[in-house]
């Protein structure tokens, strides 16, 4: 009996997250959804966003893109109330965990006092690249051009203004790197 009963309560939660999966595709034209993603919270575009989530990925709570770039989620990724701004392009590795951080590819406004509010111009932004297995913390900002390397975490509450090498754990503000997973 425990196991007719088990069997039909997996069959309900894969309904669940197969109906989710339809309404969002239905809400949202610019968003790509894998297989078996899993949307436990909910997901927010603006701005004409383009979003593709692989394969098997979970996202918790609300997740948040906007802006008129693109993003790419890899498969078996974990997005926990993230939010990703992007003007260029953010790309996620497959199996990467994001914590309620947020991904920034452009600085909003032009940093010279005179063009301050004039529109953003091609300085101000850079694509943001996360490699496989990279793990974002709590309340971290990934700052326009940075790519973070494989197997690499970002502390909670960093803010990542340059390139994090493969294999390390980088905190504070400005970054530093604390550990090295392969020495």
């Known amino acids: 009996m425990v196991g007719a009963a088990g069997i039909r309560a997996k069959r309900a939660v894969h309904l669940v997250f197969a109906l989710k999966r ?11 959804l894998g297989r078996d993603v899993e949307i ?11 979003v593709s989530i692989g394969d098997r990925s979970r996202l918790n709570k609300l997740v948040r893109f906007a802006g008129p770039g693109e993003v790419r989620i890899g498969a078996d990724c974990l997005l926990n ?9 953010v790309t996620v590795g497959d199996r990467c965990l994001l914590s309620d951080c947020e991904l920034l590819d452009n600085d909003f406004h032009n940093l010279p006092p005179e063009q301050r509010h004039a529109p ?3 300085a101000t932004r850079a694509p943001i690249v996360l490699e496989e297995n990279v793990w974002i913390g ?6 326009k051009g940075v790519r973070v ?6 502390g909670a ?8 090498p493969p ?8 970054q530093q790197t604390v550990k090295k997973f392969h020495d």
């Open 22 to 32: 339809a309404w969002y595709r239905l809400r949202y034209r610019r968003l790509t």
């Open 40 to 50: 436990r919270g909910r997901i927010r575009l603006r701005r004409g966003v383009r």
């Open 81 to 89: 109330a993230t939010w990703i701004g992007t003007w260029t392009s």
């Open 120 to 122: 953003p111009g091609p």
């Open 138 to 143: 709590a309340h971290a900002l990934v700052l």
């Open 149 to 154: 390397g494989r197997d690499s975490v970002v």
């Open 157 to 164: 509450a960093t803010v990542v203004r340059t390139d994090v």
């Open 167 to 174: 294999g390390v754990v980088v905190v504070g503000n400005p």
